[in-house]
Nanobody
Framework: QVHLVESGGGSVQAGGSLRLSCAASGFTLYNAWISWFRQAPGKQREGVAARNNVGTKYADAVKGRFTISKDNAENTLYLEMNSLKPEDTAMYFC???????????????????????WGQGTQVTVSS
């Protein structure tokens, strides 16, 4: 059974930093597409950052401020968030998926339906 468990959320003032972690079990992240999504109250869930063995992709709103990474030995993915803004306030979810072999040379997507495993979410609140 696959489990993704996020941690590291919290409250921070604008301009501050947080590091989210997502520990995976029952599924190896080594060749997987991995990603972070977020959902603010009253809004649709949106992709924030994604990574695979080809490269990374970021939403325009977070480029230059957020960094997605993973530790294969720990089977854990991370989201380093710097220069946080109040509009970054949301529930953050990690996600992972085993994409088809025919897509192995593609950059990862920020589309929800490319990710089959999801964590339960961790809240990030940024105050002004």
């Amino acid at each position: 059974q696959v489990h993704l468990v996020e941690s590291g959320g919290g409250s921070v003032q604008a301009g501050g930093s947080l590091r989210l972690s997502c520990a995976a079990s029952g599924f190896t992240l080594y060749n997987a597409w991995i990603s972070w999504f977020r959902q603010a109250p009253g809004k649709q869930r949106e992709g924030v950052a994604a990574r695979n063995n080809v490269g990374t992709k970021y939403a325009d709103a977070v480029k230059g401020r957020f960094t997605i990474s993973k530790d294969n030995a720990e089977n854990t993915l991370y989201l380093e968030m710097n220069s946080l803004k109040p509009e970054d306030t949301a529930m953050y979810f990690c996600a992972a998926g085993a994409v088809a072999w025919t897509r192995r040379y593609e950059l990862p997507s920020l589309a929800e339906n490319d990710y089959e495993y999801w964590g339960q979410g961790t809240q990030v609140t940024v105050s002004s």
